[in-house]
């Protein structure tokens, strides 16, 4: 089956500080992949879509220049948290699409102190 | 704009009981697609099961059935025989199937299910 592969699983960080996440799609290529912020026992709320080769397409309400997408390859997509602050702290998932069915990631718990 | 609606937040089943766990949506698309899925504690994001909008039939995956009612839009989760293992958050996701909103999902609130042995 399709694998999606998040990077790193967790990472703690300073406020200030940029954190950068990694999300491969392991077995196949993803043109799409999304990009989910999920606070603890709420929904998946999506932030972005993620196409490669072109800019990212950015939700209502989600800052662009805070939340940094690179789609460099098929296979890759990345997600940049810049100058975090503790109210950044979340759980990150991303996924890759494939027609209609979508493969997640195993998330990436942050934690912004 | 689409909505789901999951109006239980919490739910309880024996095990070894069924248990349906509930599912509404509005939509004016005539062509989407609904998906159930599974988050247990550790955060990932498990696929149970699929419905197409012109699937006449209800999906089944092992224990799992959608119990899809089209003109009611709701998109029942019905788990038979729970296990201690189905307790996990579950939530209920629709796609659309065109339009520039292509492959976006939507998800409900969720339902926390705790099977008690």
């Known amino acids: 089956g399709a694998v999606v592969s998040q990077h790193p699983s967790r990472v703690i960080c300073k406020s200030g500080t940029s954190v950068k996440i990694e999300c491969r799609s392991l077995d196949f290529q993803a043109t799409t992949m999304f990009w989910y912020r999920q606070f603890p026992k709420q929904s998946l709320m999506l932030m972005a879509t993620?196409?490669?080769?072109?800019?990212?397409?950015?939700e209502q309400g989600v800052e662009k220049d805070k939340f940094l997408i690179n789609h460099a390859s098929l296979t890759l997509s990345t997600l940049t948290v810049t100058s975090a602050h503790p109210e950044d702290s979340s759980f990150y998932i991303c996924?890759?699409?494939?027609?209609?069915?979508?493969?997640f990631g195993p998330g990436t718990r942050l934690t912004v102190t | 704009a689409q909505k789901i609606t999951q109006t239980q937040p919490g739910m309880f089943v024996q095990e070894k009981e069924a248990v349906t766990l509930d599912c509404t949506y509005d939509?004016?698309?005539?062509?989407?697609?609904l998906f159930w899925y599974k988050q247990p504690s550790s955060g990932e994001m498990i696929f149970l099961i699929y419905?197409?909008?012109?699937?006449?039939q209800n999906a089944t995956e092992g224990r799992y059935s959608l119990n899809f009612q089209k003109a009611r839009k709701s998109a029942n989760l019905v788990i038979s025989a729970s296990q201690l293992g189905d307790s996990a958050m579950y939530f209920c996701a629709m796609i659309r199937a065109g339009g520039t909103s292509y492959g976006k999902l939507t998800f409900g609130q969720g339902t926390i299910l705790t099977v008690h042995p």
């Open positions: 996924s890759a699409r494939i027609t209609y069915e979508q493969y």
């Open positions: 993620s196409n490669e080769g072109s800019k990212a397409t950015y």
């Open positions: 419905q197409g909008s012109y699937d006449e």
């Open positions: 939509t004016s698309d005539q062509s989407y697609g």
